[in-house]
């Protein structure tokens, strides 16, 4: 694991968006294409501006993924993660493929295996991640999932993960947050080539101390971040404020 930290949030996440971006240039030159896959949230947001700016990524050679969606949430409402993705990137860069989570499907695991399906014939170059407040990547919350195998799983949102989307603003309250999503597993995440996760914020600082300098545990899901031999962690001096090497 390579930890990055910065002074603020705009040259963290301008950093992350220049190592994604070599990542992605470098796959699409080896290979002539390259797969990733796209993370959501406000942490993100400063992250996949700069990364649509860049102008050496021929988006055109690329196929994108995204690593979670809401069980039940219309496309249009404004927490879905499609309309974030479609708002943020989809909509500013030429992608060659793109694979959506339809989360509003009446059946989930249906999705979830038409998902399984494509992402069988993919091998991942860079997955985008973040770190939740609970130390979730993707959805898994804690205790998450080490073990399935399965590329997409239905996920339970504990209490703190929903708290967190009403704190970013994307419900009004903790009950009009649906309790189950479709989520990118712990060991696919893992399967991808390289990582690059972007948590900016103060917000992050305990979720950060708690994964990053704790022992790897289904209770602090990011830790498995640890096991990954090409995870690059961009911190801010606010999400690092609890690491004692920062201070």
């Excluded at 014939?121 to 990547?137: K, M, P, Q, S, Y």
């Amino acid at each position: 694991m390579d930890l990055n930290i910065y002074d603020d949030k705009v040259e963290t996440s301008k950093k992350a968006a220049n190592r994604a971006a070599t990542l992605l240039r470098g796959a699409i030159e080896d290979q002539g294409q390259a797969v990733f896959v796209l993370a959501t949230g406000v942490s993100q947001l400063e992250f996949l501006s700069h990364l649509t700016e860049i102008d050496y990524v021929d988006w055109s050679k690329t196929t994108a993924l995204h690593l979670d969606e809401y069980v039940g949430l219309s496309p249009d409402h404004r927490a879905s993660f499609r309309k974030y993705l479609d708002d943020n990137f989809f909509d500013k860069v030429n992608i060659s493929t793109v694979h959506k989570i339809k989360g509003e499907r009446e059946n989930p695991k249906g999705e979830c295996a038409r998902l399984n399906d494509i992402v069988k014939d993919l091998a991942i170059d860079v997955a985008f991640l973040g770190i939740g407040e609970n130390g979730h990547i993707a959805f898994n919350d804690p205790p998450a999932d080490f073990d399935t195998d399965d590329p997409y799983i239905v996920v339970e949102l504990d209490k703190r993960c929903r708290e967190q989307q009403v704190g970013e603003g994307w419900f009004d309250s903790v009950e009009d947050v649906p309790k189950k999503a479709i989520s990118m597993s712990v060991r696919q995440i893992m399967r991808a080539h390289n990582i690059v996760c972007t948590v900016p914020g103060k917000r992050k600082a305990e979720a950060v101390e708690t994964c990053l300098t704790g022992k790897v545990s289904p209770e602090r899901p990011a830790s498995i971040l640890h096991r990954h031999d090409s995870a690059y962690i961009y911190l801010d001096r606010e999400s690092a404020s609890l690491l004692d090497e920062y201070e």
